[in-house]
């Protein structure tokens, strides 16, 4: 199995533009999380899904926050407009909820930087 | 809501000694998992071991083990026989088993150096 795939690797962009970050999940996995990194605040959970359906949002920072999960192999987190205080790592982590554990697997991360 | 304490923002150790990570957590729960990841300078969390609260033998993984005090609320990784590789940031991590999702409380941090 290829992991969680995150796309892009880094983005760079300017105050007030749209930034859409993509994840793949584990195919099989029923259970997706978006997390982000600082250093000022660590890791933090921004929201999760089962089953493509969102559960819970309140780690979401602001309206101009949105994420999507169309189907069990996709999900998007959207912020517009970007402002210079969204930059940090974003992750994305996929589990099977119902297995022992529920091991949170991660993708490599998206560097965001808004100039 | 729980909380995750790691009270050592960095910790250096000798290639081939043996070095051990603190974690504190605070919860009312009596069912949970705890975890290690590891975060390299790839950027990648990569799970290092897990701990169920339910189980009393301590978790070892190879080279790493925890010592899980579960009265004291402390979960500590230990590593064997550094190597170069494991130098890190690790990240201690809690999940409830009673949330209706998988979602989990970071500690801090604790940046790992090791050295030849």
């Known amino acids: 199995d290829a992991g969680v795939i995150q796309s892009p690797r880094h983005e760079v962009t300017e105050m007030g533009q749209e930034v859409t970050l993509r994840c793949k999940p584990i195919?099989?996995?029923?259970?997706l999380f978006w997390y982000r990194q600082t250093m000022m605040r660590g890791l933090e959970l921004l929201i999760y899904f089962n089953n493509n359906v969102p559960i819970d949002d309140s780690g979401m920072p602001e309206d101009r926050f949105s994420a999507k999960m169309p189907n069990a192999s996709f999900s998007t987190l959207k912020i517009q407009p970007s402002e210079p205080r969204d930059s940090a790592v974003y992750f994305c982590?996929?589990?099977?909820?119902?297995?022992?554990?529920?091991?949170?697997?991660f993708g490599a991360g998206t560097r965001l930087s808004v100039l | 809501a729980q909380t995750v304490t790691q009270s050592q923002p960095e910790m250096s150790v000798q290639e081939a000694e043996t070095v051990t990570l603190s974690c504190t957590y605070d919860t009312s729960e009596s069912d949970y998992y705890l975890f290690w990841y590891k975060q390299p300078p790839s950027r990648q969390m990569i799970l290092v071991i897990r701990q169920e609260a339910y189980k009393q033998q301590n978790a070892t993984e190879n080279r790493f083990s925890v010592n899980f005090q579960k009265a004291a609320k402390s979960f500590s990784l230990k590593i064997s026989d550094s190597q170069l590789g494991d130098a890190a940031m690790y990240f201690c991590a809690y999940r409830s088993v009673n949330n209706a999702g998988n979602m989990l409380t970071f500690g801090g941090g604790t940046r790992l150096m090791v050295k030849p």
């Open positions: 982590a996929s589990s099977w909820q119902g297995g022992t554990g529920n091991i949170q697997y």
């Open positions: 195919s099989g996995h029923n259970s």
